[in-house]
């Protein structure tokens, strides 16, 4: 078992390109970090609205499926947020992320807490429950990239 | 409640830079998905191999809670590995991954297996059975990198 371990550690020590010691080691990581989870949530949410708009056939668990990986997501990218990541990459976060952060905060939580309706709305299996999640969703959405987001990248 | 629901479609209406009809629109998104999922996949293992090697000190929470997300992203990307989405944006996938496309699942499946086994050995909280694990699966990360990833975007 101990030759089984410091093989395995080994293994490891070879995977130098991950981030380690620090949550992000550079802005640039907790700026790309961020990015990738709204690009992830963004596409399966969009999956979920596609059947609410009727674009494609409603199957209730492809919804439940779906919903259930955004709101696995919501809560990640604001971890990502901290003092000093909004320079490094271009990025579309304003200035008022930082300045007015408890607001910033407050429209996160608004919007986790309507992913979460969401994903208990698609376990429900009801297509009408899910409509109206989805667009309370998407306001929340809408919200906080009126206010947080620049239209262009900074 | 016929008012509210034409009010919700109405909001998901608004939302046109989300991916709707196609689970990809274009190539582009499908690389665009496939790497962000990489990328928070790669940086929740990250800070599970922080605890295995030591570098941070062992939270089981903290352990499981992100082996869990880790588990919850490594099906994900094989789906967006289309035709046609070896090009459209700089990307790093070999053209193995197609002209090989069932040694390319068999690699993708052997991680999923490795992250699964990561993700109860972390549910059980054994630093040990964490760190061995873990090593097995960035050896399954590093073998279907050896094989089809290439060292620079193509």
């Known amino acids: 078992m101990n030759r089984l371990l410091v ?10 390109s991950l981030p380690a010691a620090a949550q992000f080691q550079k802005p640039e990581d907790a700026i790309k970090y961020r990015q990738s989870v709204y690009t992830v949530m ?3 949410f969009g999956r979920v609205v596609a059947m609410a708009q009727g674009k494609v056939p409603f199957d209730a668990k492809v919804a439940a499926d779906n919903a259930a990986i955004v709101a ?3 809560k990640l990218p ?27 905060r407050a429209a996160a939580d608004k919007m986790i807490g309507e992913v979460a309706k ?20 998407g306001q929340s959405c809408k919200a906080c990239h009126d206010d947080f987001r620049a239209e262009k990248p900074l």
Chains 1, 2 share one sequence.
């Open 7 to 16: 093989a395995s550690v080994a293994t490891l020590g070879a995977l130098a």
């Open 42 to 44: 963004a596409n399966h």
């Open 72 to 74: 696995d997501l919501a």
């Open 78 to 104: 604001f971890t990502a947020f901290g003092e000093g990541t909004d320079k490094g990459l271009p990025q579309r976060a304003k200035p008022e992320v930082w300045k007015e952060s408890a607001k910033f």
């Open 118 to 137: 969401l994903d208990a709305a698609a376990k429900g299996g009801s297509l009408d429950a899910i409509k109206a999640a989805a667009g309370a969703v």
